[in-house]
T-cell receptor
């Protein structure tokens, strides 16, 4: 069964600094991968998604992620963090065709310091 | 604008009582889902549906029932609410089984 691991429960970054949030997945096949963001007291919103193709995908608000089959990873990056990026970020994996489930990681809380 | 709307936004329920959480989507999506979110556990799938009048069990269905009377509406029912069901509940919809999800704003349920 597929699974997703976000090894960092909490990450603190200074405003203007670069960011990387880690995501490792476990799945024998070609995964579909997603990053979602949850702002305080809101539902999850899609940041970006990877369907098989270009390994680097661009998302909203300057976020991007890179798929690595060899490392089973899908890390999220941003060149310069803004205070409004303070949120919880979830990585998710889908089995692609033939499966009903999207499995979510436990989330990484991003704190932005001034 | 396409959306997923949940009601109520929050609810306090008494142990042993019946609770119904409602979800309405205007996305014209076939798939709908109910998740619960607990601190430190991310999202866990309770029930889902891919067609009206049919529901499927997710990973943690015990203590919950679901109802999909139409493509647009999907309800989660707690027949006998328990303290352990205190959580935030999210409804979501998707076009296909591997498509990205559109989430509602969540329902905060407190069982006392």
């Amino acid at each position: 069964a597929q699974s997703v691991t976000q090894p960092d429960a909490r990450v603190t970054v200074s405003e203007g600094a670069s960011l990387q949030l880690r995501c490792k997945y476990s799945y024998f096949g070609t995964p579909y991968l997603f990053w979602y963001v949850q702002y305080p007291r809101q539902g999850l919103q899609l940041l970006l998604k990877y369907y098989p193709g270009d390994p680097v995908v661009q998302g909203v608000n300057g976020f991007e992620a890179e798929f690595s089959k060899s490392n089973s990873s899908f890390h999220l990056r941003k060149a310069s963090v803004h205070w409004s990026d303070w949120a919880v970020y979830f990585c998710a994996v889908s089995m692609g065709t033939g499966g009903y489930k999207v499995v979510f990681g436990s989330g990484t809380r991003l704190l932005v310091s001034p | 604008e396409a959306a997923v709307t949940q009601s109520p936004r929050s609810k306090v329920a008494v142990t042993g009582g019946k609770v119904t959480l409602s979800c309405h989507q205007t996305n014209n999506h076939d798939y709908m889902y109910w998740y619960r979110q607990d601190t430190g556990h991310g999202l866990r799938l309770i029930h889902y549906s891919y067609v009206a009048d049919s529901t499927e069990k997710g990973d943690i269905p015990d203590g919950y029932k679901a109802s999909r009377p139409s493509q647009e509406n999907f309800s989660l029912i707690l027949e006998l609410a328990s303290l352990s069901q205190t959580a935030v509940y999210f409804c979501a919809s998707s076009e296909g089984e591997s498509s990205d999800y559109t989430f509602g704003s969540g329902t905060r349920l407190l069982v006392i």
